[in-house]
């Protein structure tokens, strides 16, 4: 069974700042990898997706994540962050047959930006 | 904004009651698939409706099912519910044979079980 480690459960960074948010998955094929933002009590984005061919994908709003087979990643990245920003984010994991259906999702990171 | 629109936005219920949850799916998608989001964790998969019919089912039990109707709209049903049912319940709709596009999801519905 596929399965997702976020192991940051909080980040804090500076208006302006990089970002790098952690993602890490389990599955035995080539996965299909997404990055969602959720605002408070609403449903979620896609900010981007990774399904093959070039590792480093761009998304809405100024997201790139790249996908890194060795090391199992796909870290999401961020060059200067936004007040806009800060909300729940959450890494999945799709399986080759299903692609956007029956994800997999981590248990989110929630980044908060300070002034 | 999404085209996938669930109803209520919000609800309590009592253990033990039972609650009809309502998705409509995107213009042109086909496929429902049904998360429950327990506070600060992610999104479980529960179950995937396609052509009317329960097409995969995450670690849930009978409790939870669900129905999909001619205009590929879902309802998600929970009886007997207990304190840990309480969770924003999210539906996401699909293309079924365009798997590399985006699964749209909708604000979801809160359920407080009390």
């Known amino acids: 069974a596929q399965s997702v480690t976020q192991p940051d459960i909080h980040i804090t960074v500076s208006e302006g700042a990089s970002l790098e948010l952690r993602c890490n998955y389990s599955?035995?094929?080539?996965?299909?990898l997404f990055w969602y933002v959720q605002s408070p009590g609403q449903g979620l984005q896609l900010l981007l997706k990774?399904?093959?061919?070039?590792?480093l994908v761009q998304g809405i709003k100024g997201f790139e994540a790249e996908f890194k087979r060795s090391q199992s990643s796909f870290n999401l990245r961020k060059p200067s962050v936004h007040w806009s920003d800060a909300a729940e984010y959450f890494c999945?994991?799709?399986?080759?047959?299903?692609?956007?259906?029956?994800?997999?999702f981590g248990t989110g990171t929630r980044l908060t930006i300070i002034p | 904004e999404t085209g996938v629109t669930q109803s209520p936005t919000h609800l309590i219920k009592t253990r033990g009651q039972q609650v009809t949850l309502r998705c409509s799916s995107q213009s042109g998608h086909n496929t429902v698939s049904w998360y429950q989001q327990a506070l600060g964790q992610g999104p479980q998969f529960i179950f995937q409706y396609y052509r009317e019919e329960e097409n995969g089912r995450g670690n849930f039990p009978p409790r939870f099912s669900g129905l999909q109707f001619p205009n590929y709209s879902s309802e998600l049903n929970v009886n007997a519910l207990e304190l840990d049912d309480s969770a924003l319940y999210l539906c996401?709709?699909?293309?079924?044979?365009?798997?590399?596009?985006?699964?749209?999801f909708g604000q979801g519905t809160r359920l407080t079980v009390v």
């Open positions: 999945a994991v799709g399986r080759t047959n299903f692609g956007n259906e029956k994800l997999t």
């Open positions: 996401a709709s699909s293309l079924r044979g365009a798997r590399k596009t985006e699964a749209f």
């Open positions: 990774y399904f093959s061919g070039d590792t």
């Open positions: 599955y035995g094929a080539t996965p299909y």
